[in-house]
Structures are given as structure tokens and as C-alpha cells.
């Protein structure tokens, strides 16, 4: 039998865009941190206290806090992109010439 005569394989298949988690985590996190330095720096504040120390805290704080809200900003357009998934059809097409091994 020939490639010719062998039926195309056809298969249907779910399409959807899915985000990835990490970039949203780092994000998040990176807009904790500006926003820490904002609140640490603005002018206003008690002097009894170090700069660095409140920075720390507020890093801690807003950092983890940003982080959170990546990840839930990542779940929920994961939620979305699962509605609008779409389907699709397939079908695998041989190969036109077979495959020798040599890798060239």
C-alpha cells in the first residue's frame, strides 16, 4: 500500500490559550515591591522609625500580597479561557518523503 491509499487520520481536538502562571506570580509580585517603596518613601511618616525597616515590611507584606493577586488574575483568565475554548479537526498528512534516520 502506498502513502497514497492510507487514510488521513482525522481527530478532533480543543483549542483554547491558557495563560502561564509563573509570569503573573513575578508581575504581581514586582508591582508589590513599587508599590512597597511608594508607601515606605512618600514624605509623609513617623521618623522614629528606619526607612529600610518599614521598606522590609511593606516589601514582605505588598510582595506576597501581589504575588497572591497575580495568581488570582491568572486563574481567573485561566477560568475564562476555558469557556471560550474552541474545537478543531485534525488530520495527520504523511510524511511526503519516508524518514532514512540519518537526521539530514
Do not use: N
Amino acid at each position: 500500500m502506498s502513502s497514497e491509499e492510507i487514510p488521513a487520520e482525522r481527530r478532533e481536538v480543543t483549542v483554547r490559550r491558557a495563560p502561564k502562571y509563573v509570569p503573573f506570580l513575578i508581575l504581581g509580585a514586582v508591582v508589590g515591591v513599587v508599590v512597597a517603596a511608594v508607601v515606605a518613601f512618600a514624605p509623609a511618616g513617623d521618623e522614629s522609625f528606619d526607612r529600610g525597616a518599614v521598606f522590609g515590611f511593606f516589601l514582605v507584606t505588598f510582595g506576597a500580597g501581589g504575588a497572591i493577586l497575580g495568581a488570582v488574575a491568572a486563574l481567573v483568565l485561566d477560568r475564562w479561557s476555558v469557556r471560550h475554548q474552541e474545537r478543531a479537526v485534525v488530520e495527520a498528512v504523511p510524511d511526503s518523503e519516508p524518514d532514512d534516520g540519518t537526521g539530514q
